[in-house]
């Protein structure tokens, strides 16, 4: 019977690898994690990795004890009961300590990644102004010299001039970024709570409106990712998509150019698009201010 079990254990084990493609293989070596394209990221995914490694660890720890009291303690032939235990102090105090120890410890990485994550530069390279919008995202890219003394609040920007894209319901919106170049973003809402989010940036932040969230990224790896709102803000939360291109500081200056030069700019920062619906009564600008017709 062991070696039927045993031969039926590896014929399932092959089953499931050979049915693995490369992109299956890959996702399981990197926890189910995107790869890294940004310089913060390598922090998130380490934390995840090593939590996940604990829990297996703890899991083979667990299911090991289990089966052996199943094998060693199972109720023999002669049908008599195993000896029981009570009240084993010893084994109480670890099975309390334990579990603690695991919990301190996985709070305090959790805590260092996150202030890594959420550590704010006093000079990045660059300021964009975000606005999350019901149903979509705009962006505003400053044109000549950046102001290091703005703290991004309300009239309080970094640049004179800034060139913005604004989606709507018909179209996402482009995010484009210079690669290597520590980026803060400045997130506004003019309506409910979102979350500005690129997965394969590994870092996100809520959107609140009423005052301006700052995070701050180094794009890393020149391509093309998916943005996404990970708050549920509304009816159409699905719409809240933009793309984010990472691109050459050459190609960065010929972007803002091309938004110059089809008219695309303004002394303030956009907060709104065409077809945007937003709420009023929650701290911001009822007539938005800068928003296209």
């Keep these: ?22 992109a299956d293989s890959h996702q399981i070596a990197n926890f189910a994690m995107p790869d890294r394209a940004s310089e913060q990221g390598p922090y998130t995914y380490e934390l995840w990795k090593w939590a996940w490694v604990a829990a297996l660890a703890t899991g083979v720890i667990v299911w090991g004890l289990i089966f052996y009291v199943v094998v060693k303690f199972r109720r023999r032939s002669d049908d008599e009961v195993p000896r029981q235990t009570r009240y084993n102090l010893p084994l109480e105090v670890f099975y309390t300590i334990a579990p603690v120890l695991m919990c301190v410890v996985l709070f305090f990485h959790t805590v260092r990644v996150q202030d890594v994550m959420t550590e704010l530069d006093p000079n990045p390279d660059l300021t964009i102004e ?12 400053g044109l000549g010299e950046q102001n290091t003394d703005a703290e991004g609040r309300e009239g309080d920007y970094a640049y004179e001039e800034y060139a913005y894209t604004v989606g709507d319901a018909s179209e996402i919106p482009t995010l484009v970024l210079p690669v290597d170049q520590r980026v803060q973003f400045n997130l ?29 990224v180094t794009p890393t790896v020149i391509g093309t990712y998916a943005g996404k709102c990970y708050e549920l803000c509304g009816t159409y939360h699905q719409r809240m998509l933009f ?4 691109v050459s500081q050459a190609d960065y200056d010929a972007y803002l150019a091309e938004l110059e030069a089809a008219g695309q700019t303004n002394e303030r920062p956009i907060t709104g698009g065409a077809n945007v619906e937003t709420q009023a009564g929650l701290g911001e600008d009822d007539n938005q201010e800068g928003t296209e017709e």
Excluded: K, Y
């Design 243 to 246: 793309q984010v291109e990472v």
């Design 130 to 141: 975000v606005t999350g919008q019901q149903w979509s995202w705009t962006f505003n890219h």
């Design 188 to 216: 506004r809402s003019p309506d409910v709570i979102h979350n500005f989010g690129v997965p394969s940036f590994l870092t996100r932040m809520d959107v609140i409106p009423g005052r301006v969230n700052q995070l701050q």
């Design 1 to 22: 019977m062991r070696r039927v079990l045993r031969v039926a254990l590896l014929g399932v084990t092959m089953l499931v690898l050979a049915g693995c493609s490369e």
